[in-house]
């Protein structure tokens, strides 16, 4: 299966990219990793008459702590590179989970967190992650640079706030406040290449008192986009489990249950994936305060 003719656009500044993308419109399409935009390009889905190519801007592949402690990762990052990083594993371990869970190892050396977040897919591995985790995107256009949250980024499957001339390059993850922890469950018909049915990310910070000060829960594949589960997590804020099979833990699991909006399709009915949006739910809390324990 062939691609479609195109103009291959090379840009060596993100301005340059910018400027190209102003220029030529809904006539061309950014190319990070490729493995999203060249399967509907070959499956004819997509006919762009440019392709402009963000892999030759310097400090979109980079990762780093940055002053006060706040991780930034470009956005040209694959998820290969994620889930192997010793920074990402050591400080912020529910992204690499979901990095790790992406495609195949094929894909995961291809696709790149900016592009799996700008594609807006509901069952998204690394949306939910970055939600619980608090994320900023980074949008840089002619006018310059703006933030915005993880959360307010997704419009619809495939829909999101990026300006027609803007290009995410990086993304900035703030420190926790407290000890914190997180983990990530996929739920899929096969461990590999596989969309998820359900998927899962839980995380909690800790006071010394044993108090949790900051409860993230966030839901994908089971609403038009990734969510955070508001009610679940305000369940449990501020409490003082008493071990990780606390039943507070299983009553946000219930909460974020009802939060759920999944619909039917061939991967599972939308009863089916309520019923693990509580399992997984309660798996990844668990699993997120048995880390912390283990830090605190």
């Known amino acids: 299966m062939l691609l479609p003719r195109f103009q291959y656009e090379a840009p060596v500044t993100v301005a340059e990219a910018c400027s190209q993308l102003k220029e030529y419109g ?10 999203d935009l060249l399967v509907n390009m ?16 310097e ?14 990762v470009g956005s040209l990052c ?19 989970e979901g990095a790790g869970r992406l495609g195949s190892p094929l894909i995961r050396n291809r696709a790149t967190i900016g592009g799996n977040l700008v594609t807006a897919r509901p069952a998204s591995d690394l949306a939910p992650p970055l939600l619980v985790l608090d994320a900023r995107l980074v949008l840089t256009g002619p006018e310059g640079e703006r933030k915005l949250a993880v959360s307010d980024f997704f ?51 800790m006071a010394g008192d044993g108090s949790l000060t ?43 249950a009802r939060e759920a909006k999944p ?12 019923a693990m949006v509580e399992v997984l739910t309660y798996r990844t809390l668990k ?7 283990a830090v605190i």
Do not use: C, W
């Open 26 to 35: 809904d006539k061309a399409k950014v190319l990070a990793g490729g493995t």
């Open 42 to 57: 070959k499956k004819k889905l997509l006919a762009p008459e440019r392709i402009i190519s963000l892999n030759r801007i």
């Open 59 to 72: 400090g979109l592949k980079e990762m780093e702590a940055v002053d006060g402690g706040d991780l930034a």
């Open 78 to 96: 694959t998820a290969a590179e994620l889930a192997d990083s010793s920074l990402i594993r050591e400080r912020i371990m529910v992204l690499a």
């Open 155 to 205: 419009l619809g499957p495939g829909q999101t706030r990026i300006r027609g001339d803007e290009v995410l390059t990086r993304l900035m993850i703030p420190k926790a406040a407290h000890p914190g922890a997180g983990a990530y469950i996929k739920l899929g018909t096969r461990k590999a290449m596989e969309i998820s049915i359900v998927n899962v990310a839980s995380y909690l910070e």
């Open 214 to 256: 900051q409860v993230r829960i966030a839901l994908g594949a089971v609403a038009p986009v990734p969510f955070l589960a508001a009610s679940a997590s305000q369940k449990i804020l501020g409490a003082r489990p008493k071990g990780p099979e606390d039943p507070l833990f299983r009553e946000a699991a219930r909460e974020a």
């Open 263 to 274: 619909i039917s399709d061939h991967r599972g009915s939308a009863e089916y994936r309520r």
């Open 287 to 293: 699993a997120a305060y048995e880390r912390l324990r």
